[in-house]
Nanobody, 127 residues
Framework: QVQLVESGGGLVQAGGSLRLSCATSGRTSSTYAMGWFRQAPGKEREFVAGIGKSDGSTGYGDSVKGRFAIFRDNAKNTVYLQMDSLKPEDTAVYYC????????????????????WGQGTQVTVSS
């Protein structure tokens, strides 16, 4: 059974960086389109970044464009989210997600497209 395990969250000062990891167990992660979402208290889940299967296209939410980057290490079956120039408004629980059957190399930005989710990791950015 495929599982997603996130790590790398924590507390960082504004302007700092963090790298989140999402390890895929049970199958090669390059098979799946992957995405990162976040949810702050009292807010809806928000698309952060996505990457198509087989190192397909990438896309980002408007609030993180130019600051965050999503990429894979297929040898490690891991997808990463590099977060730079962090802001207090980036504070949220970050979730990794996978589309188990995608038919193109496109990324997906809708949460409803994703069938498998990780447990989430907290990111807190202090001002």
């Amino acid at each position: 059974q495929v599982q997603l395990v996130e790590s790398g969250g924590g507390l960082v000062q504004a302007g700092g960086s963090l790298r989140l990891s999402c390890a895929t167990s049970g199958r090669t992660s390059s098979t799946y389109a992957m995405g990162w979402f976040r949810q702050a208290p009292g807010k809806e889940r928000e698309f952060v970044a996505g990457i198509g299967k087989s190192d397909g296209s990438t896309g980002y939410g408007d609030s993180v464009k130019g600051r965050f980057a999503i990429f894979r290490d297929n040898a490690k079956n891991t997808v990463y989210l590099q977060m730079d120039s962090l802001k207090p408004e980036d504070t949220a629980v970050y979730y990794c997600a996978a589309v188990l059957q995608s038919y193109s190399v496109a990324y997906y930005s809708r949460a409803s497209s994703y069938e498998l989710w990780g447990q989430g990791t907290q990111v807190t950015v202090s001002s």
